[in-house]
């Protein structure tokens, strides 16, 4: 272990924020590390400490009683091998710094999720995802970490070489130490034209799911829920991965002759390009732009993911709930994710809808009509999205995951001293 004097730089100011500004971080300090040789001695020299990554989670996932520490003043770091089909990448650089240079050799990454600013190891350690069929969580494409653990020790875990537990260690919420680098698997770049359709009755959503989010690539159905109707965007690959072309399948009855925003009565400016025209992969498949970089947020979110089958009922059930999401609902958006090994991914080996929920920045308003959605969806087998607002009890959460013991094992293994604790976690996995 490097023991050599630190030159972290450490941030003063007031208390740190997440991006909504909704929390504020109880957490000591802020450190930022200019080299790994740095953060490894900065976490081996201290009690309690924790990443935060771009900051853009609702809740207080990343925080800690120590001091927070952000990997961006890292030299950003991409070394693709492509004989491998892999790239390996700094963890604090965001998905949209990533993606462009990818794309310069020719690859890609599978999904994105729906803003590009967000940091790779962020995402991954919440099993942040995108939409799509058999398109899986950001996590999925992870083979291996560099990760620094409790004593500043830096260790490689690979799928390759642990893959009993390596599916534990990818969505690990922060809890087995701080990611400097991920493995991602990478494929052919490929091309993405999106077609949006607006006044899809909810009604045909709910009854015509397959068909719907299976006529491409990428789906999103945009809904108030009130209204009874949707705007579903469908992103196609002009190519799929078997260099087929997808045979056309349901069509909305009003194609879009205009570029919209997932908000109504918001100028679509700041969106990926619309109305069919073909392009990159990155500048298609998140709906917001990579050069518009949106500093501070004037939303909340939450989300849950359901098994695929629910579905129906579970639209049905948010239709029942319009007149109390009217006040506070900017807008819902529906997605697909497909199954995975991933211990702490909601979509662990189950096919998901994932139900999402852009609120207005008003928790005390926001708060019980999350709770009130979650009323209706837990019963049907909804497991909340790690980095959103939750009603949900933190005690309750791990009785939702299969593999929770397995984790708090694992937790318990690598980090005995818990240098990585943090209270909404240890509550989840009783690990106080
Ligand atoms: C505008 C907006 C759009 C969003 N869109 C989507 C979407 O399309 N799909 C979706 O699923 N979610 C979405 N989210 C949620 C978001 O992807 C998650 O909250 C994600 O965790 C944020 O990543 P971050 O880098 O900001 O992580 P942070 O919020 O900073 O941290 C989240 C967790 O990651 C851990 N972490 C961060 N860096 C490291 C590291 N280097 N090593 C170990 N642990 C680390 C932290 O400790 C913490 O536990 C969106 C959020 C916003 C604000």
């Not at 709910?206 to 491409?216: L, Q, Y």
């Not at 690598?414 to 976690?425: L, S, T, Y």
Request: aromatic share 6%; proline share 8%.
């Amino acid at each position: 272990m490097p023991i050599s004097g630190p030159r972290t730089s450490q941030t003063s100011g007031p208390p740190a924020r997440n991006w909504a500004g909704n929390t504020v971080f109880r957490a000591r300090g802020m450190q930022r590390p200019g080299s790994v040789e740095e953060l490894q001695h900065l976490v081996g020299s201290s009690s309690r400490v924790r990443a935060l990554g771009s900051g853009h989670s609702f809740n207080r996932v990343a925080d800690t009683e120590g001091d927070l520490v952000r990997l961006d003043g890292l030299p950003p770091h991409v070394d693709v091998d492509e004989a491998a089909s892999t790239v390996t990448v700094g963890a604090g650089m965001r998905y949209g710094e990533v993606a462009t240079v990818l794309h310069r050799s020719g690859l890609a990454l599978a999904n994105l999720a729906s803003l590009p600013h967000i940091s790779v190891a962020g995402c991954c350690a919440t099993a942040t995802h995108g939409s799509g069929d058999s398109e899986k969580c950001l996590a999925a494409a992870v083979t291996a970490m560099e990760v620094v653990g409790p004593d500043g020790e830096l260790t490689l875990l690979s799928r390759r070489d642990d893959p009993r537990r390596f599916p534990g260690a990818v969505v690990a919420l922060g809890a087995l130490g701080i990611v400097t680098r991920l493995t991602l698997s990478v494929e052919p770049a490929f091309e993405v034209s999106q077609h949006i359709f607006t006044g899809v009755p909810l009604r045909q959503v709910a009854e015509r799911f397959g068909e719907i989010f299976g006529c491409a690539y990428s789906v999103s159905a945009f809904t108030d829920y009130g209204s009874g109707e949707a705007r579903v965007w469908t992103k196609r690959r002009t190519t799929e991965r078997d260099g087929s072309v997808r045979p056309q399948g349901w069509r909305g009855e009003t194609p879009a002759d205009v570029a919209h925003h997932p908000i109504p009565g918001i100028p679509p400016t700041h969106c990926t390009e619309q109305l069919g025209v073909p392009g990159p992969w990155y500048e298609r498949l998140p709906h917001f732009r990579p050069d518009f970089t949106p500093s501070n947020g004037e939303e909340l979110q939450s989300e849950l993911l359901l098994p695929r089958e629910a579905a129906p009922e579970a639209i049905a059930a948010l239709r029942s709930l319009g007149d109390r999401l009217a006040p506070v609902l900017q807008i819902g958006e529906i997605r697909t994710v497909a199954a995975d090994d991933l211990w702490l991914s909601p979509a662990f080996r189950r096919d998901c809808v994932a139900f999402h929920f852009t609120w207005v920045k008003d928790t005390g308003a926001v708060l019980p009509v999350v709770a009130a959605v979650e009323e209706q969806l837990l019963p049907l087998g909804a497991r909340p999205h790690w980095g959103k607002l939750t009603a949900v009890e933190p005690e309750r959460i791990a009785s939702l995951y299969e593999r929770a013991a397995d984790f708090r094992e694992l937790v318990r293994e690598r980090d005995p001293g818990r240098v990585f604790a943090n209270d909404f976690v240890d509550r989840a996995f009783a690990l106080r």
